[in-house]
């Protein structure tokens, strides 16, 4: 891969996974425009994420029957549809199915981190998905500084009308620039999706999920969270300098883009490990929330640091591992990372009510102790996950690509 393949998937990544979260800043005005009752505001961003999932399970395991570029391209029109639909909706309805048709088709981030795999020589497969997923966390950060501030000069639809118009730009250039992807002997998509039921009794898969599931938890218990004690006594702060915090989160998930190199170099599951020692460590600052903001953004960049540096870790661990599976894998993978996403969400609401930051930040503790001790629990290496294990009978190893 060269570098103008890494930028242009790294951008593809980040705008896909900002038409999922770039409505939460501006749920408000968003609401009162469609009529979309109060309580019942929660649903323009979880239709995303649900269509999200399905498309995890349904969609991204054609990358491994289907040429990736080709399926990049029409994933990323898909996205752009979808936003288009939701910036022209006439009413909450038609916003509902703009948003879900965006959150099925921005799976396209999973087909391209699978794809940057099978490009990558397997020396620097760890640097490559260490550049490319760094823009998942631009696109997630990012979506909430740069979403707050269109809608503010233009309205919450020209957030909407950005993405349709990136997403569309970046489908042409996908398929001008990116490699092809024609690989034989693939299998029917069928015995692609059993597969990815057989995935989920292998070790390694399954440990990595559950640490992905508890770390995304742990990470939605912060950002889903934060906003209710940094809007309340005794801080007061608006929705755009609470959006701030977001750079912050950027500084320390990009400062983990190397660890991609640090698995290259044989040491993924000891990256893993550091960085879910101070995945736990960042809680003691964020929990000083109340008299400290140092301390707080001190948290974040720890806690994203981590997040970032086991999320690479995971997926180098995971495409090594199943070589002949990178879509399927990852797709499952991520089936983990939607779940316990949700659940921090969910739950740091729910105990902020009951227990104030405290419930809050003791959740948050409880959910980075379990993937540390999943972690300590699980095999030591990739386990020499074949990717015969996982392979439909009858179908022969896919053909080495030629550097």
């Not at 029409?74 to 199915?97: R, S, Y």
């Not at 087909?111 to 795999?117: C, G, I, K, Q, S």
């Not at 979403?147 to 730009?169: E, N, T």
Request: hydrophobic share 55%.
């Amino acid at each position: 891969m060269n570098w103008r393949t890494r930028l242009l998937l790294a951008v593809v990544c980040g705008v896909a996974v900002a038409s999922v979260y770039a409505g939460q800043p501006v749920l408000g005005p968003m609401g009162r425009d469609l009529g979309v009752p109060a309580d019942a505001l929660g649903r323009l961003v979880a239709v995303g994420q649900l269509g999200y999932l399905a498309g995890l399970v349904l969609l991204v395991p054609l990358g491994d029957v289907l040429d990736r570029r080709r399926l990049i391209a029409a994933h990323l029109a898909l996205v752009a549809a979808g936003t288009a639909i939701t910036a022209a909706a006439p009413a909450a309805w038609a916003a509902f199915a703009g948003l879900a048709t965006a959150g099925v088709f921005a799976v396209v981030v999973q087909t391209a981190v699978a794809y940057t795999a099978s490009l990558s020589r397997p020396a620097e497969r760890g640097r490559d998905l260490g550049i490319v997923t760094s823009g998942v966390v631009i696109g997630i950060l990012g979506a909430r500084v740069v979403a707050g501030a269109l809608a503010d000069l233009w309205g919450w639809r020209s957030v909407y009308l950005a993405l349709a118009v990136l997403a569309a730009v970046l489908a042409l250039l996908a398929l001008a620039l990116l490699p092809a992807d024609a690989r034989q002997a693939t299998a029917g998509y069928g015995r692609v999706l059993r597969s990815l039921a057989g995935l989920f009794t292998r070790p390694v898969f399954l440990s990595r999920g559950l640490i992905a599931f508890f770390l995304f938890a742990s990470f939605g218990a912060l950002w889903s969270g934060m906003a209710l004690p940094l809007a309340g006594e005794p801080w007061h702060l608006g929705e755009t300098q609470i959006g701030l915090f977001g750079v912050a989160g950027l500084a320390g998930a990009l400062g983990a883009a190397r660890s991609g190199r640090w698995g290259d170099a044989g040491h993924a599951r000891r990256v893993s490990g550091l960085a879910l020692a101070l995945l736990l460590a960042s809680w003691a600052a964020i929990g000083q929330l109340a008299w400290s903001l140092p301390l707080l953004i001190l948290g974040v960049i720890l806690l994203d640091f981590a997040v970032q540096a086991v999320h690479v870790s995971n997926q180098h661990t995971l495409t090594s591992a199943y070589p002949d599976r990178t879509s399927t894998a990852v797709g499952g993978y991520m089936v983990f990372y939607s779940l316990g996403s949700a659940l921090g969400a969910a739950a740091t609401t729910a105990l902020f009510d009951a227990a104030g930051w405290l419930g809050s930040t003791l959740l948050g503790a409880a959910l980075a102790l379990c993937a540390l001790v999943t972690w300590a629990v699980s095999p030591g290496t990739a386990g020499r996950a074949a990717s015969s294990t996982t392979r439909p009978a009858g179908e022969r190893p896919a053909p080495a690509r030629a550097r």
